[in-house]
């Protein structure tokens, strides 16, 4: 009788053991193909500037890793978007916001759902836009076919 008690619960306890046995490290990592990193600059004296880096992925995705300096650890919302700094231009890609300075997004797709690669963002005509806590523009890069790189 205790047996037919004990089989459910032992049942369960394997089922769970079962789901969970899968690792991290059993998920592969994708392999760095090539990379391109672009300076960005401080607009109006704010102080922040940094770097982007574009970095191709096996995979077919982009990451794009921004590093920020003299930012506090507020969230700055990064976009890229068309044209040159200069000339300003509509969001392209809504990039994961800098938290504490770091900003980690990865890339297959522009904001509208056209896929792009990592060929197509280094020779895109745009840049980046570092805002601060008002919205106000506070480091830009120009990237693509805009960059001095």
């Avoid at 890793?65 to 506090?72: A, D, G, P, V, W």
């Avoid at 904001?111 to 480091?139: K, M, R, W």
Wanted: proline share 2%; hydrophobic share 40%.
């Amino acid at each position: 009788m205790k047996i037919k008690k004990f089989l459910p619960s032992a049942l369960v306890v394997l089922f769970v053991m079962v789901l969970t046995s899968c690792k991290k490290d059993d998920v592969e990592k994708a392999v760095i193909l090539q990379s391109v990193e672009y300076r960005i600059y401080d607009v109006s004296g704010s102080g922040v500037s940094g770097t982007a880096t574009f970095t191709q992925e096996d995979n077919g995705s982009t990451h794009v890793l921004i590093e920020l300096k003299n930012t506090n650890t507020a969230k700055n919302p990064a976009y890229i978007r068309f044209n040159s700094a200069a000339e300003s231009g509509a969001i392209a890609i809504t990039l994961h916001a800098c938290e504490c300075s770091i900003s980690n997004t990865t890339i297959t797709k522009l904001d509208n759902g056209s896929p792009i690669t990592y060929e197509g963002l280094v020779v895109l005509d745009g840049h980046i836009t570092i805002h601060g806590v008002n919205n106000e523009i506070v480091a830009v890069a120009d990237i693509g076919s805009n960059s001095t790189n």
